[in-house]
């Protein structure tokens, strides 16, 4: 039986709900071979993951979900197969971090400035030790009774020209793909469809992270419908990228979206996992 692959999703080091050791048991429960866990700017995750993942004998790969900017606009950069100790990345990673928090602090202010008071304190606690984001001041909006659920707080107070959104200077592209590929891992192009770019932009930023190093696109996620999956293949094949495939779970809650349950990558695509190690390629047919 060909091996299930899930190369993006999220625990409590960031904005997912299970922790590593429960996304790993949930991941064995629905049957996902090739796991990597792809938490927002962090790789704090990580070590649990594989101590369970070991356990369970999945075979999980170092994984992390790097914000970027490219001409000002946020990017999500997968970085797959990444040594998580090296000294490049952790050092662009603690200033991603770094952004968070001050982001954090800025977004607290303005929507005390709405009449929203105390968020930081409540988000800091809603994160405990992982990276502060904005799905945690969504479910600090809806506990606060400002919002009535995750979407509603991001449409009223959090997504781009809302009253809490505040721009933040992500490392720009390039230094996000150096640093994935200083890490020994391959850059992937999160969900190219979900920045609502124009063809001739989704074109540029693709042709843009192929040039400084990127190797992927996203073709299929959980959320992809047939007709995203035929435009992500079409941009893979025009761009020469490998094709990644990964939920991007979050939440047991979202009854769309589950660890590995995604479509096939479509015929004629060159797979990502032609780029891994043995202990992938030993478990494909
Ligand atoms: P951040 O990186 O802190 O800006 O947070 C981005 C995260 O917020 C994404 O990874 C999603 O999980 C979540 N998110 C972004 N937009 C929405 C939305 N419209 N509805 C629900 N969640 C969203
Ligand atoms: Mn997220
Ligand atoms: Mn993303
Ligand atoms: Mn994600």
Known sequence: MSPVFDL???STASDGALSPAELLMRAKDKGVSVLALTDHDTTFGLEAAAASAEQLGICL????????????????????????KHPVLAAGLARQSELRGQR?????????????????????ALASTGEITRSHFANFLVQAGKAKDQQDAFDKYLSKGKPGYVPTQWAELDEVVAWINAAGGVAVLAHPLRYNLSHKWIDRVLAAFKQVGGVGVEVVTGRSS???????AQLALKHG?????????????NPWVELGK???????????WQLFGSAVQSLLP
């Open 262 to 272: 995604l479509a096939p990558l479509p015929a004629g695509l060159q797979p990502i």
């Open 61 to 84: 790969l170092n994984g992390i979900e790097v914000s970027a900017l490219y001409a000002n606009q946020c990017l999500h950069v997968i970085g797959l197969d990444i040594d998580p």
């Open 226 to 232: 047939p007709d995203d999956i035929r435009l992500s």
């Open 104 to 124: 954090a602090r800025k977004m607290a202010e303005k929507l005390a400035k709405k009449g929203i008071a105390d968020a930081y304190p409540a988000v800091r």
């Open 8 to 10: 993006h999703c999220h």
């Open 241 to 253: 990228l490998y094709a990644s495939l990964g939920s991007d779970f979050h939440n047991p809650d």
